[in-house]
C-alpha cells in the first residue's frame, strides 16, 4: 500500500527558506513520476514541480529559481527546498506521486509566509 508523508512546513519570514520532505513507504521509481502541488485557501491545487523516473525536472513559473525538487531513492524520499519565499507561497504543500496514471497524495504540510 503506498503512503505519502510530507514534513518540513513551518511559518517563515518572506525572503527565507524551508525544505519539504515526502516520505514514500515504497520504492520510488516505481512511480512515473512524482511532484509537489500547493493549495491556498480559495484556490485550486496546481503544480509546483515534478520529477520524471528518468530524472527530468518542470517547474511552474511563479517558482523558477527559487524552488528545487530531488529525491534520494535509496531513502524512498522527494524533497522541495524551496528559497527566496513570497507570501503568495503560502499554501498547503502535497506530495505527489503517479503509477499509471494514478494518482496518490500525502495530507499535505502548511507552508506560511509572512512578516
Known amino acids: 500500500q503506498v503512503q505519502l508523508v510530507e514534513s518540513g512546513g513551518g511559518l517563515v519570514q518572506p525572503g527565507g527558506s524551508l525544505l519539504l520532505s515526502c516520505a514514500s513507504s515504497?520504492?520510488?521509481?516505481?512511480?512515473?513520476?512524482m511532484g509537489w502541488y500547493r493549495q491556498a485557501p480559495g484556490k485550486e491545487r496546481e503544480l509546483v514541480a515534478e520529477?520524471?523516473?528518468?530524472?527530468?525536472?518542470s517547474y511552474a513559473e511563479s517558482v523558477k529559481g527559487r524552488f528545487t525538487i530531488s529525491r534520494d531513492g535509496a531513502e524512498k524520499m522527494l524533497y522541495l527546498q524551496m528559497n527566496g519565499l513570497k507570501p503568495e507561497d503560502t499554501a498547503v504543500y502535497y506530495c505527489?506521486?503517479?503509477?499509471?496514471?494514478?494518482?496518490?497524495w500525502g495530507q499535505g504540510t502548511q507552508v506560511t509566509s509572512t512578516s
Open positions: 520529477i520524471t523516473v528518468g530524472g527530468a525536472t
Open positions: 515504497v520504492n520510488i521509481f516505481e512511480f512515473n513520476s
Open positions: 505527489n506521486a503517479k503509477k499509471l496514471r494514478y494518482p496518490y
